[in-house]
């Protein structure tokens, strides 16, 4: 008799080990450079301990996509506020650890020249969105880094969830709409030429309502529209003023470039 495989559940993330993260965290390198009322904010790679607090702790069974306006931003928040405090973003101060801090100066100015190569002004993305002050060597959290640079980075990985999420429940929908319509189906022949109507109604409609570059510009720049809409004049609430900061902070976008962003992440699992 034929041994039968059984599939494991797939982990969608690797779980939060306080116990496995150094208490020497290592400097980390850097990721990009962002730029936002005038200020400057060197962004770092967060490593795996770090990712796996915001995915585990941080996101878990909290539902992105419903999450909207003053709501959204205030959880960001509350995210960003509580990772600082777990021990994956701490670190045990060592005298190299100046030295170590002190090639970030170099390692930004090479990052600039690169984007400087790849095309005119291209490190002013516009990206940073925290106008807090910077705080120094809270158990070395910083580590070289500014607190601005390192909510960049986790709103990052809060967006990319986020966006996978959408992904998933557009192609939940897009399922039981296909479903459904083949339950309605009358019984007709069907000569394999063509899906049924209501079945290619739906499938065009969705698809029109695929992930796109604006969504996409949206997740991630959700903090930066947010302050950018506090400083719109006018009646409107706050839903309308940052729906109307979006449109206009979307017409100075490069879109095309979004767009192929969007579509590149389209086969990727952001949440694993």
């Not at 936002?36 to 060197?42: L, Q, R, S, V």
């Not at 070395?140 to 996978?164: D, E, M």
């Not at 897009?174 to 394999?192: F, L, N, S």
Request: charged letters at 35%.
């Amino acid at each position: 008799m034929a041994r039968t495989k059984t599939a494991k559940p797939k982990e969608m993330f690797k779980a939060y080990d306080p116990d496995a993260v150094p208490d020497f965290m290592p400097f980390p390198p850097l990721s990009h450079v962002v730029t936002a009322k005038g200020g400057e904010a060197a962004v770092p790679k967060l490593n795996d301990h770090q990712r796996s607090w915001i995915l585990d702790i941080g996101l878990r069974n909290l539902d992105l996509p419903g999450l909207t306006g003053k709501a959204a931003l205030d959880v960001y928040n509350h995210i960003k506020s509580d990772a600082f405090d777990a021990k994956a973003f701490q670190h045990t101060v060592r005298p190299q650890d100046r030295a170590e801090e002190a090639t970030l100066l170099a390692l930004v100015t090479a990052w600039k020249q690169q984007q400087k190569n790849k095309k005119p002004n291209a490190a002013d993305n516009g990206e940073a969105s925290d106008a807090e002050e910077d705080e120094d060597g809270r158990r070395g959290l910083l580590r070289g880094y500014s607190k601005a640079g390192w909510r960049v980075a986790i709103q990052k990985v809060i967006s990319n969830k986020r966006s996978a999420a959408k992904r998933k429940t557009k192609a939940d929908k897009t399922k039981t709409k296909a479903d459904d319509a083949r339950e309605g189906d009358t019984g007709e022949q069907d000569t394999g030429e063509s899906a049924p109507a209501e079945s290619r109604g739906w499938s065009k409609l969705l698809g029109l309502a695929a992930y796109s570059g604006r969504d996409k510009f949206s997740d991630d720049r959700h903090d930066t529209i947010h302050e950018y809409s506090k400083t719109l004049p006018g009646p409107v609430n706050a839903g309308g003023k940052f729906r109307m900061a979006e449109r206009l902070l979307w017409e100075k976008e490069d879109q095309a470039a979004w767009e192929a962003a969007a579509a590149a992440d389209e086969n990727v699992d952001w949440v694993e």
